[in-house]
Structures are given as C-alpha cells and as structure tokens.
C-alpha cells in the first residue's frame, strides 16, 4: 500500500504514473489545479492544449476555465511585478522567488494565456465522446458521433415501433393480458424506463438478467 502524504502544491514533483488527490468540498481542489496547470506550464514548458481537465458537470468546467485563467493572469502578474490585490499569498511569492529565470516564465505564462481556449476542459461525457472521436477507427466506432444525454425520445421510438410491428401478431389472449398493464405504447414506455437495473460495484461488471414482464 502507499504511503499517504500531505500535498506540497509548490514542491511536489509528479513522477510518471497515476497519482489520487484526495479532498474534502471547499478544501481547495480547483485552486490546486489552476496552480499545477501554472507549474506544469512554467517548470515543464507544456502547452494548455497538451493537458487534459475532467470533471462532472458543465457549470464545473466553466468555473474550472475561470479559475485557470484567473490564476494564470495573477502569475503573470506578479512575475511582470504587478501584485494587484494578491500580494499576500505568501506560498506564491516564495515559489516566484525561486525560479530561475523569471522572465522565461512570465514569456510562456502570457503564450498559454493566449490560447487558453485550445486547453481541452471537459465533462467526462464530453472527453469519452472527444476520444472515440478521434480514435474511431481503433476503437471500431463511427465517425460520427452524437452525444445523447436523453435517450427517452430514442426508447419511446423503439417501444412504438415493437407495437406496432410486433404485438399484432400475438394472439387475442395474450393482447387482453398485455392491455391489463399497459394499455398504450406510453405506458409500456414507462414500465421499461421505469425499471432499473441492480446496481453493483467494479469488479463485478456482471450485466443483469434481462427483464420478465409477465404476461
């Protein structure tokens, strides 16, 4: 097992491999992104557009851009000597003293807050949709894509298309016993939108018995 260590947002060096930062809500999660989006531009010479950010939600990746870029100005600023209204971030100032070369940092600092919009900050949906986009081929996908974030329209189409294709050819018994639960395509609609599947926890990835609706 591996050691759990407190983050030095300043000092940490990331080897090669998967690295977990965990915290808890308001402890400062977006502010150390912005700050090793920073690091990662200065120290390394990465381009926004060669780092990837994912999160849930769009109002999450529209505050992520804002704070990124805001972080990005404040740098830029104070390597430029202007502190504006954030001169006591003492841990910032003391990060700024020690590189080496200043002016170097300041130079790639205002490069990537030019094309700051090349940075790909997306939902994970987006980011999945993104990546078979680009690898369609190896993945054995379409080339065209389409996020569908509301599938409801596509079952209700398939559930009218089985009714009226499929349930005429059932005999009148078992037309009576259909009708008893659901007397319309809407109402068999929602019993299968309606039910769920049991939840289960990775590894086990086992896919569920298929639904009996008894008749």
Known sequence: MHAVTTLDLYRIRFSPGIHLLEASAGTGKTYSIAQ???RF???EGIGV?????????????AELRQRIHQRLCQVRDRLAGRNGNDGDDQALND?????ADPETAR???AAELLKLDLM????IHSFCQHALRQQALEAGELLGQTLLEDDRAFSQAIVDDFWR????TLSQRHWRRILQRTATPDDLAGLILSWQPPVKFVPE???PEPMKVPL
Not at 95 to 99: M, Q
Not at 165 to 168: A, G, K
């Open 36 to 38: 090793l989006v920073v």
């Open 41 to 43: 531009i200065v120290e």
């Open 49 to 61: 557009e060669e780092m990837g950010v994912v999160t849930f939600t769009r109002a999450a990746t």
């Open 95 to 99: 990060w700024i003293a020690g590189l």
């Open 107 to 109: 130079k790639r600092v």
């Open 120 to 123: 790909p900050i997306q939902t």
């Open 165 to 168: 294709c499929q349930l005429q």
């Open 205 to 207: 990835v086992d896919l």
